[in-house]
């Protein structure tokens, strides 16, 4: 009997502290606890931010149409406040000024055709007039072409009435190609870039360019491109995002929990013991 007491003795003597108890330890599934939570936390503040904006960018595009923003609102034309509104245009296009901006559409690939409209008042709008495929011409038969002077004061062009959706001026992106105005190529629809490889800054040219509905081509119009191609789409995979990073920070909480109550540890023992 005094054998079996001796023998075990050093499995009883175990630490009043939890031998899988680590300061370290607690510190660093702490840290992780609240980055975790935090990054969940921020991904449901991005999901409300995302489900406003679409809630406000449907309303937009299926408002009646309204006249574009005159000249002296254009300051006040930001991305949140405007962006894809449905406006309306009546004027002349300068059809020998057009642009053709690289596209990838479901029509394929090929070019938008983003062509200045003069107004009534004697501004520029730059308007996207469609979409042509990428055939043999397509983009060099619209040489480059810098204007002189007051270019809607010569505009002889018919008049035409456009509808279609206001969309801010493009930037290059980490993973856009940078525009060439000397080589006449173009990735993005960058309007003052446009604007000025095209000598319209005598013009008073609007900060935004608006995205023609389908069939708004004035017949006998160069190309007859087609319109009405604008996505209007935002990926939405934050609460997704969210319940990953919840799931982490509990994860990680529960592992910490194991270590620290030393039921590892105690597993281990039972197995060395057996």
């Keep these: ?127 996207n007039r469609g979409f042509i495929p990428a055939e043999p011409g397509a983009r060099t038969r619209y040489t480059p072409r810098h204007a002189a002077g007051d270019v809607c004061a010569t505009a002889r062009a018919t008049a035409a009435d456009v509808t279609g959706l206001l969309r801010t001026s493009e930037r290059n992106g980490l993973f856009t190609r940078t525009n060439d105005p000397a080589a006449n190529r173009w990735y993005t629809r960058d309007v003052a870039a446009v604007a000025a490889a095209r000598g319209l800054g005598t013009a008073a040219v609007a900060p935004f360019f608006v995205d023609a509905g389908a069939h708004q081509n004035p017949p006998g119009s160069p190309d007859q491109p087609l319109g009405g191609l604008t996505v209007v789409n935002f990926p939405n995979s934050h609460l997704v995002y969210a319940i990953t990073w919840y799931a982490l920070a509990l994860m990680v909480a529960g592992a910490w929990w194991w270590v620290a109550s030393g039921r590892g540890q105690d597993d281990d023992d039972d197995e060395r013991h057996d």
């Design 1 to 127: 009997m005094a054998g079996d007491d001796r023998a075990a003795a050093p499995r009883s003597a175990v630490p009043a502290r939890r031998r899988g108890f680590s300061p370290l330890l607690a510190a660093a599934a702490l840290l992780l606890i609240v980055l975790f939570a935090g990054l969940g936390t921020w991904q449901v503040v991005r999901l409300q931010w995302k489900l406003d904006l679409i809630a406000r960018v449907n309303a937009r595009v299926h408002a009646a149409p309204a006249p574009a923003p005159p000249r002296a609102r254009w300051a006040g034309i930001t991305s949140a406040s405007d962006e894809y509104r449905r406006v309306t245009l009546h004027g002349t296009y300068l059809y020998d000024l057009t642009t053709p901006v690289q596209a990838l559409t479901e029509e394929g690939s090929g070019y938008w055709l983003l062509t200045p409209l003069c107004t009534a008042d004697g501004s520029v709008v730059i308007v």
